[in-house]
C-alpha cells in the first residue's frame, strides 16, 4: 500500500471517530435536555424558575429554560460577594482589630482611657478580647481613671440591611452589623449571644445565662421548672429595639434549651465582654463609652484575622449571613473609601461589570442574599462560575463551596446529605419559598459541568427536585 493512501486511510478512521464522538456527546445533550424537562413538567407547573447548564472549560451553554429570567437568589448570592471580595480585598488580607491608651501610666494607674478599635473583622471572638487583656495585664495597669471606648467608626451607623422584618430581628442569621462585634462561637454567629436556660427544682424559675457574658444585656426571666416528662414550653427572645432578651415559659427539671439571640447594641456589647476580661485580669471596673481613638494615643495591641481565603472558606460553607453582610461594608470601605451597605454594593456591581457579567441581570441590596427583593437570573450565575475560573484564587473559592455528601467538612455545612455518590460542589439557597443551587457537578464522561438552579413560589421543598436536576446532567453528560 502506498504511503499516501496509508496517511488517507489514517485521516478518513480520525474523522469517522471525531463524528462518532461528536454524535454520542450530541446525543448525551439532547437526552439530558429531555430527562430534565420531563423533570421540570412533571414537578414544577406554578413556580417560577431560572435554570442553565454550561460546560465548564468552555463556558457554552448547553441548557437553558428561562435562563434570562430573574429570581430570588437568596444565599446563592454570596456566590458573587465571595468572588468580589476575593478579587477586590485579596485571598491573603487580613481585618484588624486594635487597641489603645492615652494619657500615662503611673505605678498600676493608667490616667486615661483605654480603647478598642474595630476594622470590621467578621472572626472576632471573645478570646482575642482576652489577649488584649493579658497585654494590658503585663504592662502592670490594675486602675483607669478614665473610660473603656469603643471606636466602630469603621463602618457606617446603619446596623441592619435592608428587608429584615421586625419579627425576624432576634434570630441568628438577621444579625446587626457592627464594624467592632463579636460572636460567641467559632461557627461565627455574628452579633449573637447564647442564652442557656436549665433547672432541676420543680416550682422554682429557671436558670437563665449568657454566654459570654455582658453586664449590659438584661434578662427578664419568667420561667418555671415543672415536673420531668412534662412538655418544655421555653420561649427566648429579644424585645424589639432593646438589648432586654424575654425568656417565658416551662422548662421540664433536668432539662435545658439553649439558643443564641442576635444584640440589639454588637458595638457596646463586645466592649462590655472586653471589660469582662480586663476585670477577670484584676484590672478595675470602668465606665462605657463610644466613640473616636485620638491622634495622640499609643496603641497596645492589635489581632489581625485569619487570611480571607481562610474566612471565605467558612462564609461559604456555613452560608454566614452577618459574614455576608460584613465583607460587602469591608468592600465598600476598601474599594470606596465608605463602610456603607450602598457602597459595598457599588464596589460589587463595578466588579461584576469588569469581569464581564451582564450585570443589568443582578440587583440585590444585601451582601447574604436574606432580602427578599433580590434578584439574578441563572444565566449570569452560572456565567460568574465560569469567570471566576480563570482567577488565581479559583482553587480557594471551590473549596468553600460545600461539597455533596461529604461528611466533617463543617457542621451545618448544607450539602452533607445531599446527592451521595454524585462529585457536586454548589452553594445552596433558601429562604421562604424560594430555594436554589449553583455550582460545578461531574458527568459520568469525567467532564466538568457548570449549573444554576432558581425557583421561587414554592409551596413545598423544591430540594428533590433539585436534585434530580443534577443528577440528570451528571448521569446523561
Not at 50 to 66: A, F, P, Q
Not at 110 to 134: K, M, R, W
Not at 187 to 213: C, E, F, H, M
Not at 229 to 240: A, M, Q
Amino acid at each position: 500500500m502506498k504511503k499516501s493512501t496509508i496517511i488517507f486511510s489514517i485521516v478518513v478512521v480520525l474523522c469517522c471517530f471525531q463524528i462518532t464522538f461528536l454524535e454520542e456527546a450530541w446525543a448525551s445533550e439532547q437526552t439530558m435536555k429531555t430527562k430534565i424537562d420531563n423533570v421540570i413538567a412533571k414537578n414544577w407547573k406554578t413556580n417560577d424558575y431560572s435554570i442553565t447548564v454550561r460546560e465548564m472549560d468552555s463556558g457554552n451553554v448547553l441548557y437553558s429554560k428561562n435562563g434570562e429570567k430573574m429570581i430570588r437568589p437568596a444565599s446563592t448570592h454570596k456566590l458573587l460577594v465571595s468572588a468580589a471580595a476575593l478579587d477586590l480585598l485579596g485571598p491573603d488580607y487580613r481585618f484588624a482589630t486594635k487597641a489603645y491608651i492615652d494619657g500615662h501610666i503611673e505605678g498600676d494607674v493608667l490616667h486615661g482611657n483605654i480603647y478598642l478599635q474595630g476594622g470590621g473583622d467578621p472572626t472576632l471572638l471573645p478570646v482575642h478580647l482576652e489577649s488584649f487583656a493579658n497585654g494590658l495585664k503585663k504592662m502592670g495597669v490594675t486602675k483607669i481613671t478614665g473610660n473603656l471606648i469603643a471606636d466602630d467608626a469603621w463602618f457606617d451607623a446603619d446596623r441592619l440591611s435592608k428587608g429584615i422584618v421586625p419579627q425576624d430581628e432576634p434570630l441568628s442569621y438577621a444579625s446587626r452589623i457592627s464594624a467592632l462585634t463579636i460572636s460567641p462561637n467559632s461557627q461565627y454567629d455574628i452579633a449573637t449571644v447564647q442564652v442557656k436556660v436549665a433547672g432541676s427544682r420543680v416550682g422554682t424559675a429557671a436558670s437563665v445565662q449568657l454566654a459570654p457574658y455582658a453586664s449590659t444585656i438584661p434578662i427578664v426571666n419568667q420561667t418555671k421548672i415543672i415536673k420531668k416528662g412534662s412538655k418544655n414550653t421555653v420561649n427566648i427572645t429579644r424585645e424589639y429595639g432593646t438589648d432586654r432578651i424575654v425568656v417565658t415559659g416551662n422548662l421540664p427539671a433536668g432539662t435545658e434549651k439553649s439558643t443564641y439571640v442576635t444584640v440589639y447594641n454588637p458595638t457596646l456589647y463586645t466592649l462590655d465582654v472586653f471589660r469582662e476580661k480586663l476585670m477577670a485580669k484584676g484590672i478595675q471596673k470602668m465606665p462605657l463609652e463610644v466613640g473616636q481613638v485620638p491622634d495622640n494615643a499609643q496603641r497596645v495591641g492589635v489581632s489581625y484575622s485569619m487570611p480571607l481565603k481562610d474566612i471565605n472558606f467558612r462564609f461559604l460553607k456555613l452560608s454566614i449571613n452577618g459574614m455576608g453582610e460584613m465583607l460587602t461594608k469591608q468592600i465598600g470601605r476598601e474599594i470606596r473609601s465608605e463602610g456603607s451597605w450602598d457602597a459595598g454594593i457599588q464596589a460589587i456591581r463595578t466588579y461584576g461589570i469588569d469581569s464581564g457579567l451582564n450585570m443589568d441581570q443582578w440587583y440585590f441590596e444585601d451582601g447574604s442574599g436574606l432580602n427578599s427583593q433580590n434578584r439574578v437570573s441563572s444565566m449570569q450565575e452560572s456565567l460568574l462560575l465560569y469567570k471566576v475560573r480563570s482567577k488565581p484564587w479559583y482553587f480557594s473559592y471551590l473549596d468553600g463551596l460545600p461539597h455533596a455528601g461529604r461528611k466533617g467538612q463543617l457542621v451545618g455545612a448544607t450539602l452533607e446529605n445531599r446527592l451521595k455518590g454524585y462529585s457536586v460542589s454548589a452553594k445552596t439557597g433558601y429562604i421562604t419559598g424560594t430555594y436554589a443551587l449553583s455550582g460545578y457537578v461531574q458527568g459520568k464522561s469525567g467532564k466538568w459541568y457548570i449549573f444554576s438552579i432558581l425557583t421561587q413560589a414554592n409551596k413545598t421543598s423544591a430540594i428533590p427536585t433539585i436534585d434530580e436536576i443534577v443528577k440528570q446532567i451528571a448521569n446523561e453528560m
